[in-house]
């Protein structure tokens, strides 16, 4: 099981795949699992993260906050985030060095 440790929280991920990193967001209260079939797919050309939104799954919350995912970005992450205008290769860069 994969975690990232975010402030506030516990983000389940996964991560198949080789070549250019594509992000499966799922709508809320969507996770990793809807992209299961999808994933498994576009695993054959690319690095496929998908993820269970803060709150929502597998991402469980710290403390006594409440699943509340209105006004937050996307997808938090050390250093930066996705969503709210954020740069997709930013985004990419902060996520891989993150991972490894």
């Known amino acids: 099981m994969s975690i ?3 402030p506030g929280a516990r983000l ?3 991560v198949r795949g080789d070549g250019p990193l594509l992000v499966l967001i799922p709508g809320a209260p969507g ?4 992209f299961t079939a999808l994933a ?9 993260l998908t993820y ?6 597998r991402s ?3 403390g006594a906050q409440v699943a509340n995912t209105v006004g937050r970005p996307v997808l ?5 985030h996705i969503g709210y205008g954020a740069e997709p290769v930013e985004f990419a860069r902060e ?3 993150a991972l490894n």
């Open 76 to 80: 938090e992450l050390p250093g930066g």
């Open 4 to 6: 990232l440790h975010v």
């Open 60 to 62: 469980v919350l710290d």
């Open 40 to 48: 498994d797919q576009l695993a054959q050309r690319y690095t496929v």
């Open 12 to 14: 389940y991920y996964e």
């Open 95 to 97: 996520l891989l060095a």
């Open 52 to 57: 269970d939104r803060r709150g929502f799954s």
């Open 31 to 34: 996770n990793a699992r809807v």
